[in-house]
Nanobody
């Protein structure tokens, strides 16, 4: 069972950038499709960006498209989310998630297909 640990959140002003990192345990990281979700109190956890396990195909929610970039380094067991031009509406707890191991070689966009979750990292964007 993979364990995920996020880092890189914080308090920033609107227009700033942040890079979130998520490091996985074990030596099977490349077998997992990965995603970043975010959640605000009282709302569902929504997919922000996702990346396939090998080819690096990506998906972005419309709300972050053009301002964010997801990437992964399988040698370092780490997935990143670079967020630029941050807005107050980006304020949320950001969660890293992994699919089942040996998932299909496509981007996974359904929340139900993610089975492992990190503890979350808070991102707060002030206006």
């Amino acid at each position: 069972q993979v364990q995920l640990v996020e880092s890189g959140g914080g308090l920033v002003q609107a227009g700033a950038s942040l890079r979130l990192s998520c490091t996985a345990s074990g030596n099977t990281f490349s077998t997992y499709a990965m995603g970043w979700f975010r959640q605000v109190p009282g709302k569902e956890r929504d997919l922000v960006a996702a990346i396939s396990r090998v080819s690096g195909d990506t998906y972005y929610a419309d709300s972050v498209k053009g301002r964010s970039a997801i990437s992964r380094d399988n040698a370092k067991n780490t997935v990143y989310l670079q967020m630029n031009s941050l807005k107050p509406e980006d304020t949320a707890v950001y969660y890293c998630a992994a699919s089942s191991p040996w998932s299909p070689l496509v981007v996974v966009t359904s929340r139900g297909d993610y089975h492992y979750w990190g503890q979350g990292t808070q991102v707060t964007v002030s206006s």
